[in-house]
């Protein structure tokens, strides 16, 4: 239940971040226009720079959207999730001050598509940051959908296809616009007042002096010309249906003739060139206006510039620009609203928008596409969207849906491959016997240089290539040769492996070298539990059982020793010394991982001493190490463990050692140093 819980949490906020993040992200003008709001209700606009608010605008709506998709995946878990908390921590405090403040009506957190009260957004972003702290409490818990070596892609992938589409969007126009003045809008319908529909109410208060005494007037009792007005404020009183388009007038410049009815009832094109500042306006392309504004005159259209600028602006524009077309004046916001370029081009017939373009994409008035347009006067702005919508998809989301099906396919297969060695079904359907795996791993000590180290590597790698062993081959080298001897070796013949690893996962440990560390390499296996590291480092059972958790949880596989000393050998204790070491260190582990554990038995009398155990005394140490294997975790676990011999093997006494049924190889010491004596110990299992 709390793993259900944590990835519903989890597909909440993803999905959530999504949208949020995608739908800011292809209209980073109107996010920035939202993050200037806020910069102006905190009394902080005069600090601002509009690179800086654009860039913040980029910056916040990809941050969303890649933490979106990253929590979708379970990519690094733990870091997103922690990055997530925080974030929804800061945007619920700043919905919790508009919601107390009201400086701003609407919080802009789904962009134009979708408007939530102040009310409303403060209780999304509690359930959002509820869901996020059960994510930072059980970051684990999230099912992955690729696995740790692909995520790289889904990355970098995520982020730059986010930021492109940033970048386009404010080149071009908003991929998809939802807006009232969107491609296909009427602007007559979006102003309408439904019949039987009460509006808001608003009162309108007038602030008066007369011989040095203020007053406040209402319409009902404004008083005589003797008051002199020295103020006004208006309140809404009652809420009420707003239309879509409330705000939408155009009115002439000097005269302040309101033509808004005349421009929306023309039944030709009306050409509307916005530009909500024109002191700001890029007049990089004027001459292709110039060229649409002709195409106009000479087809008998009209065309006019919408402006909230002052008189002085529109002259300045003129002079630079030579424009010969009419101006007139529109609020600011609403210019804002209607088009996202300072100039865009937005053509109607009839109040319906036909067009829309931004001042880098200016359509050729000559051109095929726009004659057609002009022709069949209609706007396709639905299909339009399902056009860009497919897109999209195409862009993103099919090629990580085909990265994650390709993913868990292989994950499947591995999984059945590991299955086959486990699954007592799948043994009997398949009437075989899982064959434990015989292993030869060679233990270098803190012997060879590391041009010595690379040299043996090369020529046992040679070796092994030109005639395939019968066995799974390991090098446990020490931490210097690890890195370049990965690099000569093919891992496939030749597995390389570490002669041991901290119990600290990283830090101020000088000296130590961390599993991370040893995986990054390139290594496979690392060796805890000698004799040596026991004897001479004090290396406890709880320090190795901290070492073992750190190596299997960065996928290292561990060749964990166990053995007895001379004095607990004549003492009768070898029982209970292995089975002491193995519950101290390794029996705490789940039934899936012991299975990524080697034993390897050592007995200590017997390494570098010369003696050897008897086949038949190794044998039987060996069974019994089987057997409280079956007794913790069952006989099918205790059948597929691995267990080496480790002491003193050569190839003169190899073959009678590995004849026996419970000794599945060698960790092999000084014999592993020289490539003819290692080989002749891997040709005994022929």
């Known amino acids: 239940m709390v793993k259900l819980l944590v990835n519903i949490c989890r597909l909440v906020v993803a999905v959530t971040f999504i949208f949020s993040g995608f739908v800011k992200a292809i209209d980073p003008l109107g996010t920035q226009y939202k993050i200037e709001d ?18 913040l605008s980029v910056a916040l709506s990809a941050l969303e959207f890649c933490l979106g998709v990253f929590l979708l995946f379970a990519i690094h878990r733990r870091m997103v999730s922690r990055i997530t908390v925080v974030f929804m921590a800061v945007m619920t405090l700043v919905t919790l001050w508009i919601w107390i403040g009201d400086p701003v009506k609407d919080c802009g957190c789904f962009g134009d598509a979708v408007h939530l009260s102040n009310g409303q957004t403060l209780l999304k972003n509690i359930v959002l940051l509820a869901c996020a702290v059960v994510l930072v ?26 930021v492109l589409v940033s970048i386009y969007c404010l080149y071009h126009l908003p991929l998809f616009d939802f807006r009232p003045y969107h491609v296909g809008a009427d602007i007559k319908k979006g102003m309408e007042m439904p019949e039987g529909v009460k509006g808001p109410e608003f009162e309108t208060t007038f602030i ?14 404004y008083p005589d010309s003797t008051w002199t007005f020295i103020d006004s404020k208006t309140v809404q009183t009652s809420e009420g249906y707003v239309p879509p388009i409330h705000d939408f007038s155009i009115t002439t410049q000097g005269e302040g ?30 001459g292709d206006i110039d060229r649409i504004h002709e195409y106009a005159a000479d087809g008998g259209m009209r065309f006019i510039g919408l402006t909230a600028s002052s008189d002085d602006a529109i002259s300045r524009w003129r002079e630079m620009t030579g424009a010969e077309y009419d101006f007139c004046i529109t609020d600011g916001t609403t210019l804002k609203t209607i088009i996202r370029s300072n100039p865009g081009l937005v053509l109607l017939k009839e109040g319906r928008v036909v067009g829309k373009w931004s001042h880098n994409d200016l359509p050729d008035p000559q051109s095929e596409e726009f004659k057609s347009l002009l022709a069949d006067g209609s706007a396709e702005g639905t299909v339009q969207t399902a056009k860009k919508l497919l897109k999209v998809t195409l862009w993103f989301f099919i090629p990580l849906l085909l990265l994650t099906l390709a993913d868990r396919l292989w994950a499947w297969t591995r999984w059945v491959r590991k299955k086959e060695k486990s699954n007592k079904l799948y043994k009997l359907l398949n009437k075989k016997k899982t064959m434990r795996k015989k292993i030869v791993a060679g233990n270098w000590k803190m012997n060879l240089n ?30 210097i040769h690890l890195a370049s001897v990965a690099h000569v070796i093919n891992q496939d013949v030749l ?15 000088t000296g130590e070298v961390s599993a991370e560390m040893v995986k990054s390499t390139g290594a496979q296996y690392v060796i805890l539990g000698h004799s040596e590291r026991r004897g001479y480092y004090n290396e406890t059972p709880e320090i190795l059982k901290e070492k073992v958790l750190l190596a299997l949880k960065n996928d ?8 007895e000393s001379l004095e607990e050998r004549e003492a009768n204790k070898q029982n209970e010394v292995v089975k002491a070491e193995l519950e101290g260190s390794v ?7 012991f299975r990524k554990i080697v034993i390897a038995y050592e007995p200590i009398w017997a390494i570098g001493t010369g003696k050897t155990a008897t086949s038949d005394q190794a044998e039987e140490i060996h069974a019994y190490i089987r057997s409280i294997i079956a007794e913790k975790y069952g006989q099918g676990v205790a059948d597929d463990t691995t267990i080496l011999y480790g002491g003193s093997c050569k190839a003169s006494n190899a073959p009678e050692l590995f004849a026996k049924p419970d000794i599945d190889g060698g960790l092999i010491g000084g014999a592993s140093l020289k490539a003819a004596d290692f080989k002749g110990i891997i040709d005994a299992w022929k």
Not at 214 to 221: A, G, I, P, Q
Not at 259 to 285: H, M, W
Not at 453 to 478: F, H, Q, R, S, Y
Not at 556 to 563: A, Q, R, T, Y
Request: glycine share 6%; with cysteine.
């Open 257 to 286: 003739e309101d033509i808004t009815e005349e421009v929306l009832a023309d039944k030709g094109y009306t050409f509307l060139l916005v530009a909500p500042q024109l002191e700001k306006a890029d007049d990089s392309n004027f």
């Open 137 to 162: 409490w059980r970051p684990r818990d999230m099912v992955r959908f690729i696995s740790r070596t692909n995520q790289w892609i889904v990355i970098n992938y995520t982020v730059l296809f986010i």
């Open 495 to 509: 597995a390389l492996g570490a002669e041991n690893c901290a119990d600290k996962e990283k830090g101020a440990y």
């Open 556 to 563: 290292l596989k561990v060749i964990f020793c166990i053995g």
């Open 450 to 479: 590391l041009q010595e180290g690379v040299a043996l590597a090369k020529e046992l790698n040679d070796a092994l290539t030109a005639e395939k062993p019968n066995c799974g081959v390991i090098i446990c080298t020490p931490f």
């Open 38 to 55: 806020y910069a102006e209700a905190a009394g902080l606009l005069s600090l601002t720079y509009p690179w800086a608010t654009l860039g």
């Open 587 to 593: 029996f705490n582990l789940s039934e899936e991982d």
């Open 208 to 221: 008066m002096e007369k011989d040095g005494v203020r007053k406040e007037f209402s319409l009902e009792n």
